[in-house]
């Protein structure tokens, strides 16, 4: 069976009134390319058992779609059995979504087509859903939980296998008339640049996300020709963590390889900053944020990325104010709470809010693999 972990204190918690046995419980899934987490939260919304299991894409996107909701339908039927019957669902998923309609519109990264998440889940459980987009619901949960908590607006800008963005106004994302705000990642910012699979050339995320340092540091590298490095990184490779020499070499190490002075790492950590700097100040020059929440894999690296980011910008910077710049708080949680939080939101208008759970912070502590054709048991990661 999987095992039980219980969060350390955080917002809301167990000393709101109102009985706990009247207060509903939440499950929130973050659906992510290559893992699904999910949580169980308890009636104070704080998480009492984690879940993780394989994406499985390279199954397909329909494949994908029945184990999210085998993973749901386990869940919900594991906490029905412990006496603690999950109210509401919250489902965070990459890709095109229509958060109105429920609808999984399009995803790269997975395949998928016009997928009626709310439908297909409120059909398998009975319970009212709140579908988003992935980075839309981080943005919620770094709003009301992380670090834009002391903002009323922000953009939130997670740069992992690739860069998006959600701009948030109120605790809340903003998903733009056609369902496609904060697709940052697919600016230009180098003409004539990659091709990417959007179809364009030169977008960011090809030269900026942890992706794409791992791939180009890994073309870089096999160049044997660290000087020389320009030409190098502009051929191809795919893979999130490049296998360098027997090694893999992922985003992170190649930031620690930037830092202790390997030219072929520093070339490409500066190549990255460079570009993030470019889209970040093409999105200031429209939207003028106070304030921009960088998250995911490269923030990782701290003020490593942050203080010459930072630079670059102001270097850059024409009629834009450059706003702050700070790192997320919240960690690869941040999806899985922000989904917690709009499951939350569905309750709200028919709950008194001494009845509804205030979802803290997701335990640090490692997850287990889930297995939602058993109920939910599972196996340590």
Known sequence: MSRTVESGAGVGGAGASGAAGARPHLMAVDVGGTGTKA????????????FWQPTGREAGPESVVRRVLDLVDGLCRRASEAGSPVSAVGLAVPGIVDEAAGTALHSTAIGWHDVPFGRLVRERTGLPVAVSHDVRAGGVAEARLGAGRAERDFLFVPVGTGIAAALIRDGRAVPGAHHRSGEIGHIAV?????????????CAERYASAAAVSRRYGAAARSHAPDAAGPALRTGGATFATRVRGAVVD????ARRAAAGEPAARAVWDEAVSALADVLLVACAVLDPPLIVVGGGLAESGDQLLVPLRERMAERATVQRVPALVRAELGDRAGCLGAGLLAADLLAAD??????????PLSAEPLSVGHPSAAGEGESR
């Open 190 to 202: 180098r003409p004539d640049g990659e091709r990417c699979a959007c179809g364009g050339a030169g």
């Open 251 to 254: 985003a992170a190490e190649v």
């Open 351 to 360: 709950l008194p809010a001494t009845c509804l759970p205030s979802v803290v």
């Open 39 to 50: 949580a169980l939260l308890d009636s104070t919304g704080r998480a009492r058992e984690q």
